[in-house]
């Protein structure tokens, strides 16, 4: 793949993502603007935040607080196939060439499940903060 070809393509990786970041990350503001407005409010007697105001202080806050590296654990998964390679019989290295290829399909399957998952997780508090908002 040619280079202005490799810079396209991350390109259009880039923005893929962030259409589907958005709408996620909107969808959390939602649901961290209800929770401070059910409880928050009266609990610590403090204004009400609108939608966009939470947005906002979400966004800051990923800004201000890293998420934890994950290099040690890519590191730890690299170093891996040379020490199963190392293990492996000359005449199953050819076996092993091909199962060490993963399919392409299988980072998208794995970030749609992360995307799937924070969903369901958001709509899940959402309503059971609703329930616990009406008992409280």
């Not at 007697?45 to 800004?63: A, K, N, P, R, T």
């Not at 020490?83 to 970030?111: D, Y």
Request: net charge negative; charged share 15%.
């Amino acid at each position: 793949m040619a280079t202005d070809e490799k810079k396209r393509f991350s390109l259009w990786k880039w923005l893929g993502v962030m259409l589907i970041a958005l709408p996620v990350g909107i969808f959390t503001a939602l649901v961290a603007e209800c929770y401070w407005n059910w409880f928050a409010v009266p609990s610590l007697h403090v204004s009400e935040l609108s939608f966009l105001q939470m947005l906002g202080i979400l966004w800051l806050i990923q800004l201000l607080i890293p998420k934890p590296s994950s290099n040690a654990d890519a590191n730890r998964w690299i170093l891996l196939p040379s020490v199963v390679e190392l293990c492996v019989p000359e005449e199953k290295q050819q076996a092993l060439a091909e199962l060490k290829e993963p399919p392409p399909i299988a980072g998208i399957l794995e970030n749609f499940s992360l995307i799937v998952g924070q969903i369901a997780s958001n709509a899940f508090m959402l309503a059971l903060g609703f329930v616990l908002h009406i008992f409280v």
